[in-house]
């Protein structure tokens, strides 16, 4: 079989939910008919290079399982060199933190300012409590897949 390299923009994500989403391919890589060999991870610039053994480049494309949680959040955040922080961050990541696998967690606020066409889109969660906020926070999922 011949030997394909894919690069990939993971910008954002750590090395350690790089080496999970290998490890995740790695085990159900005979179902794909391919053979993960090695990846090269970049952090500071998000690159990530994967080489595959595979039939065909489509095979090799049709196997990957990376998955991203998304959490978003609206406000004013803290600039500083480059780096954000700030109460929005924070709940940002932790939303983010309870996101399924290519979920989409949003707060109230975040909510209130989507267009109205868009409200049947999300399902409302419910309040929860997050680590470094004393109020309870609205959530809701975006349902983002037709």
């Known amino acids: ?42 952090e500071s610039n998000g690159a990530a290079f994967c080489l595959v053994h595979a039939p065909d480049p489509a095979t090799a494309d049709a196997s990957e399982t990376l998955s991203v949680r998304i959490g978003i959040d609206a406000g004013e955040p803290v600039e500083d060199h480059n780096d954000l922080f700030g109460s929005t961050v924070q709940l940002a990541s932790r939303l983010c933190s309870e996101a399924e696998a290519n979920g989409i967690i949003v707060s109230g606020f975040a909510r209130e300012l989507c267009q109205e066409e868009d409200a049947a889109r999300f399902v409302a969660l419910g309040e929860r409590r997050f680590k470094g906020f004393a109020d309870k926070a609205q959530v809701f999922r975006f349902e983002w897949r037709e």
């Open 1 to 42: 079989m011949p030997i394909f390299m894919d690069r990939h923009d993971l910008r954002g994500l750590k090395a350690d939910d790089v080496a999970e989403a290998h490890r995740r391919d790695v085990d159900i890589q005979d179902r794909h008919g391919v053979k993960y060999m090695a990846y090269w991870f970049d």
